[in-house]
């Protein structure tokens, strides 16, 4: 599991209340999973008595259910509605500020965020979706400031998944489910029997120096292979597949494929699917003022292709039909992506299916412009 020059190390269900302290006292704010309002959502915590102990979800097209395990995990479940760009890639955020004194009209940015967020269970695929929105938001001319801010200051602290979600696919992907980069300390959930320890790997300074403070022992052989064998399993009980080495050009000679109006049929451009996305990032911008006309703000927030709005240029809109809109985001997301960043815009967490209302599967309308029967496996 570890790099060959650092072991691997196992902490308890103790330590791991421990870590938390540590990393509140170098200063982060804990953001990890919490049950609300009937399903696992990322929020504050303070300690391990807020995550979902003993919880899971059940989880299919159109579908999202929590179950009790028969074990007490604090992370055996697979992803929820929301995902970390709801931190880093805020839903709604002022812009600046303008402000009028007689004459005089003064415009205040506002500042980037100063306090530093420490997530506390990123999934691989969570973290492939961050490296993603970096290229989108931080890797080119055009940097946003509150973004880099905000990911600058981040720790990520992530999690091999225990278990396969029903609709998640991100080993077509290869997005998961190992972690493999992009975290300061990964840890996998191990429980036999009455024993219920983490596995612990560290992948930057600040990892090491944070897992220096909580008490540790070497993992064994035994801990480490049962990891690896947990990894596997969850790897070859995925809820979907899709094949994705060819989808960029699958998709840009199918553009009138006649599936797109049998998926246009059931589409309810309700904007679910980009929502819940980890991501999307089209945002609209809002200005508004107070009745007397001195103090006025703008305010950027989440937007979505789906929208009749979104691609409204002088005259009307471009993309008028479910159709069109349909296709715009799923040809963008799995094909025209990868020419404007050079990866997919997918990583294989399942949301959009779980998520849409009226079951819309991704995977199916990949698999139906190939016209290959939904019962025949594809290759991973």
Same mark, same amino acid.
């Given at each position: 599991?570890?790099?060959?020059?650092?072991?691997?190390?196992?902490?308890?269900?103790?330590?791991?209340?421990?870590?938390?302290?540590?990393?509140? +006292?170098?200063?982060?704010?804990?953001?990890?999973?919490?049950?609300?309002? @009937?399903?696992?959502?990322?929020?504050?915590?303070?300690?391990?008595?807020?995550?979902?102990?003993?919880?899971?979800? @059940?989880?299919?097209?159109?579908?999202?259910?929590?179950?009790?395990?028969?074990?007490?995990?604090?992370?055996?479940?697979?992803?929820?509605?929301?995902?970390?760009?709801?931190?880093?890639?805020?839903?709604?955020?002022?812009?600046?500020?303008? @402000?009028?004194?007689?004459?005089?009209?003064?415009?205040?940015?506002?500042?980037?965020?100063?306090?530093?967020? +420490?997530?506390?269970?990123?999934?691989?695929?969570?973290?492939?979706?961050?490296?993603?929105?970096?290229?989108?938001?931080?890797?080119?001319?055009?940097?946003?400031?509150?973004?880099?801010?905000?990911?600058?200051? +981040?720790?990520?602290?992530?999690?091999?998944?225990?278990?396969?979600?029903?609709?998640?696919?991100?080993?077509?992907?290869?997005?998961?489910?190992?972690?493999?980069?992009?975290?300061?300390?990964?840890?996998? @959930?191990?429980?036999?029997?009455?024993?219920?320890?983490?596995?612990?790997?560290?992948?930057?300074?600040?990892?090491?120096?944070?897992?220096?403070?909580?008490?540790?022992?070497?993992?064994?052989?035994?801990?480490?292979?049962?990891?690896?064998?947990?990894?596997?399993?969850?790897?070859?009980?995925?809820?979907?597949?899709?094949?994705?080495?060819?989808?960029?050009?699958?998709?840009?000679?199918?553009?009138?494929?006649?599936?797109?109006?049998?998926?246009?049929?059931?589409?309810?451009?309700?904007?679910?699917?980009?929502?819940?996305?980890?991501?999307?990032?089209?945002?609209?911008?809002?200005?508004?003022?107070?009745?007397?006309?001195?103090?006025?703000?703008?305010?950027?927030?989440?937007?979505?292709?789906?929208?009749?709005?979104?691609?409204?240029?002088?005259?009307?809109?471009?993309?008028?039909?479910?159709?069109?809109?349909?296709?715009?985001?799923?040809?963008?997301?799995?094909?025209?992506?990868?020419?404007?960043?050079?990866?997919?815009?997918?990583?294989?967490?399942?949301?959009?299916?779980?998520?849409?209302?009226?079951?819309?599967?991704?995977?199916?309308?990949?698999?139906?412009?190939?016209?290959?029967?939904?019962?025949?496996?594809?290759?991973?």
């Amino acid at each position: 599991m570890a790099k060959a020059d650092e072991a691997a190390a196992v902490i308890t269900v103790e330590g791991l209340q421990d870590l938390l302290r540590a990393i509140r +006292a170098r200063g982060y704010r804990p953001i990890g999973p919490t049950m609300q309002n @009937e399903a696992i959502v990322y929020d504050d915590i303070e300690s391990v008595d807020d995550l979902p102990r003993g919880w899971t979800d @059940e989880q299919d097209g159109g579908r999202y259910r929590l179950a009790r395990r028969a074990d007490e995990a604090l992370f055996g479940y697979s992803v929820g509605p929301q995902s970390w760009k709801k931190f880093l890639h805020a839903p709604r955020l002022r812009l600046w500020t303008a @402000e009028r004194r007689g004459e005089d009209t003064s415009v205040t940015p506002e500042a980037p965020p100063s306090d530093r967020l +420490a997530f506390i269970g990123v999934r691989a695929c969570e973290i492939r979706a961050i490296e993603i929105q970096d290229r989108v938001l931080v890797g080119d001319l055009y940097v946003d400031p509150h973004y880099k801010a905000r990911r600058e200051g +981040a720790l990520i602290v992530a999690l091999n998944c225990g278990k396969a979600g029903g609709t998640c696919f991100c080993v077509s992907m290869h997005a998961g489910p190992r972690v493999k980069q992009g975290f300061d300390i990964a840890l996998t @959930e191990l429980l036999e029997g009455t024993e219920h320890v983490f596995l612990v790997e560290t992948g930057s300074d600040e990892g090491r120096a944070l897992l220096a403070q909580v008490p540790h022992d070497l993992a064994s052989s035994r801990e480490i292979d049962a990891a690896e064998a947990l990894i596997e399993q969850t790897a070859s009980s995925m809820g979907r597949q899709m094949r994705s080495d060819d989808l960029n050009e699958l998709l840009m000679n199918n553009l009138e494929h006649p599936r797109w109006n049998e998926v246009a049929t059931r589409c309810l451009t309700c904007t679910n699917c980009t929502l819940v996305c980890p991501t999307c990032f089209c945002t609209s911008v809002e200005d508004a003022s107070d009745l007397t006309g001195e103090r006025a703000e703008r305010w950027r927030r989440w937007d979505s292709c789906f929208t009749m709005d979104f691609s409204y240029i002088h005259g009307g809109s471009v993309r008028t039909s479910a159709k069109s809109r349909y296709r715009q985001w799923m040809t963008h997301k799995l094909a025209t992506w990868i020419d404007q960043f050079g990866s997919s815009g997918c990583v294989g967490c399942g949301r959009c299916i779980t998520w849409c209302p009226v079951g819309i599967d991704i995977t199916e309308e990949v698999r139906a412009m190939r016209g290959c029967d939904a019962s025949v496996e594809e290759p991973r």
